[in-house]
């Protein structure tokens, strides 16, 4: 037998106001109520456990900020590069493409994407990420060691077996 206030849930009104929330760019931390200080602090440990070389355990650290925060692109770049480690070069580039997205001045997630595209055996979309790095890089003085590794990337990709030459 139904409670009286399982009988009053409208469940069209409530996925409705969900689906306004989002549309707005709510997300899952605002709703829930977590606060930045919380969201920091599991940012710092998913950071931790990274650079102690516990991608795995990194990774659920930064997916659970991403799932509640889908609109914070450093999450994505954390969770891209998590998953680079764990080899699972698809995913990385699907998760810097969206830390893209949301940031079209950042060079870093093309940057990443590209040595995912040689990884994944595509030298001439890599090469073509990269010669996006390079203009995105140019005259940046904060991006030059980035410009000179993409540089180096191009030459080697262009020279060997199955590149751009």
């Avoid at 930045?36 to 900020?65: P, R, T, V």
């Avoid at 998953?83 to 940031?103: P, T």
């Avoid at 410009?147 to 060997?160: C, H, P, S, T, V």
Wanted: aromatic share 10%.
């Amino acid at each position: 037998m139904a409670s009286t206030a399982t009988a009053d849930f409208d469940v069209d009104k409530v996925t409705s106001q969900v689906v306004d929330l989002f549309a707005h760019g709510a997300t899952l931390k605002d709703i829930h109520g977590y606060s930045d200080q919380e969201f920091d602090a599991l940012y710092a440990l998913g950071y931790n456990l990274y650079n102690q070389g516990k991608f795995g355990e990194a990774l659920q650290a930064f997916g659970w900020l991403l799932m509640h925060d889908q609109l914070e692109r450093k999450y994505y770049k954390a969770f891209g590069s998590c998953l680079q480690m764990l080899k699972r070069y698809e995913e990385a580039v699907r998760n810097y493409s969206m830390a893209s997205i949301l940031d079209l001045t950042d060079p870093e997630p093309t940057f990443h994407t590209a040595e995912c595209m040689v990884a994944l055996g595509m030298p001439k979309e890599a090469i073509e990420a990269l010669e996006m790095v390079l203009l995105d890089t140019k005259d940046k003085p904060d991006y030059q060691v980035m410009n000179q590794r993409a540089r180096a990337m191009i030459e080697l990709l262009g020279k060997a077996p199955g590149g751009a030459e």
